[in-house]
């Protein structure tokens, strides 16, 4: 959810560490997400207040550089805010209601959506070779779509969406570069809150007890806020693919926390597709920066 801030290696092992930090974190969404489902907490309530209090939380941190929001056609702001929205519930959602594996591992199909949108939004054309290497991510997702049960079936659509929102929120953010990255994430954060209180209405619950208000503080400060911040230091201080590839750890961290905290096993197909997609992901990553490093070579 940031941009590339430099290339600049200031204490690079220490930033190594922080992401590491950062993918611990993140990954609590998955286990928190379930306890908060046990608690009769409908997934789209999860993601209105997640949105909400995270982005409460980031307002001081951006309050004072909001005229950063200046630099850029108010159109990719709206178009952020409406991504970040579609990927936050689509995750919220699939997680409360499949294995939290499919949903984390389903999220990072979001480079197959970067590669198919960056040349119809932005004009940039990737490599046909970084196309190929996504075909793998796609094998891993017919596997896991094609050897799932039929009742799976319509909340794995939902974590693929969750996929789609990410790329789509990606994309949106190159042409946030120019705003400062506490500023993104507090407006897309609360304006993410406050367009999912009619979906609440219609289909959640806005009542909710006091340990999932617990929950949800914590999901919103330890899971959300912290690794947020954490994560513009290290930008700072290491390349942006590089803190993409270190980051992919969140996938095998998630299933595990919530193995470990709520007993939920990894689904077969996951397994079987779960690597493909990794994979997958993982070259387009390489590829990616590979690219990027020979475009500032001289």
């Not at 960056?118 to 940039?124: D, F, K, N, Q, Y």
């Not at 690794?227 to 513009?232: R, T």
């Not at 077969?268 to 992901?281: A, F, K, N």
Request: contains cysteine.
């Amino acid at each position: 959810m940031v941009s590339p801030l430099s290339t600049a290696s200031r204490h690079p092992g220490r930033a190594v560490l922080v992401l590491l930090a950062c993918a611990a974190l993140w990954s609590l969404n998955g286990p928190l997400i379930k306890l908060l489902d046990a608690a009769d907490v409908p997934g789209i309530t999860i993601a209105c207040y997640r949105s909400l209090l995270g982005g409460l939380l980031f307002l001081p941190l951006a309050w004072g550089r909001r005229s950063t929001l200046k630099n850029v056609n108010r159109v990719w702001p709206l178009a952020a805010i409406l991504a970040f929205t579609f990927m936050t519930a689509s995750f919220c959602i699939a997680t409360a209601n499949t294995a939290a594996a499919s949903a984390i591992i389903l999220q990072y199909t979001s480079p197959i959506w970067v590669f198919l949108l960056a040349p119809l939004v932005l004009g940039e054309r990737p490599g046909g070779i970084e196309g190929g290497v996504l075909l793998v991510a796609m094998a891993g997702v017919g596997i896991i779509f094609f050897t799932s049960p039929a009742t799976e079936t319509t909340m794995l659509i939902v974590a693929l969406g969750s996929g789609l929102g990410y790329g789509t929120l990606t994309v949106t953010l190159r042409g946030l570069r120019p705003v400062n990255p506490f500023v993104v994430a507090a407006t897309n954060a609360l304006g993410s809150g406050l367009l999912l209180i009619l979906p609440v209405a219609l289909w959640g619950t806005f009542v909710i007890s006091p340990r999932a208000w617990l929950l949800v503080l914590i999901l919103s400060i330890v899971q959300f806020t912290l690794p947020y911040v954490l994560f513009s230091w290290a930008l700072q201080r290491i390349e942006a693919h590089r803190a993409a590839l270190i980051l992919l750890l969140e996938t095998i961290l998630n299933p595990l926390w919530t193995f470990l905290l709520v007993g939920e096993a990894v689904p077969i197909p996951t397994l079987m597709g779960g690597p493909l997609i990794l994979l997958g992901v993982a070259g387009w990553l390489v590829l990616s920066w590979r690219r990027a490093l020979r475009q500032r070579s001289p």
